[in-house]
């Protein structure tokens, strides 16, 4: 999937292995706590990696370069007799100039 911003064309992909410093860095760079944190990509990998969860990781990139990222993370809940399926999504951010 691709479309354009003021920096060109945006892509979206599946996270890849090696993706987690840019990824880092993307969301101190959007959140205050996350640049506070002292050790903020052993925090990411293991909230993000290591969860129990099911976690999917959605990377938007232009020219090669990660411009936003979102993180969902999927939960089993019980409704009644039934387990459902539901999902959670957390810190998605994207640079202010890869917005359009």
């Known amino acids: 999937m691709s ?3 003021g920096l060109g064309e945006v892509s979206t992909r599946q996270y890849e292995d090696g993706d987690d410093e840019e990824i880092v860095a993307l969301l101190k760079n959007s959140f205050p706590y996350w640049g506070e944190r002292a050790h903020a990509l052993e925090y990411w990998r293991w909230r ?32 009644g007799n039934k387990i459902k399926t539901s999902f959670y999504d957390d810190d998605y ?7 359009s």
Request: one cysteine or more; proline letters at 2%.
């Open 48 to 79: 993000y990696q290591r969860s129990p969860l099911k976690t999917h990781i959605v990377v938007s990139t232009v020219r090669g370069r990660i411009a936003g990222v979102g993180h969902c993370m999927q939960l089993k809940i019980k409704l």
């Open 3 to 5: 479309y354009a911003c």
């Open 93 to 99: 951010a994207t640079y202010a100039r890869a917005r």
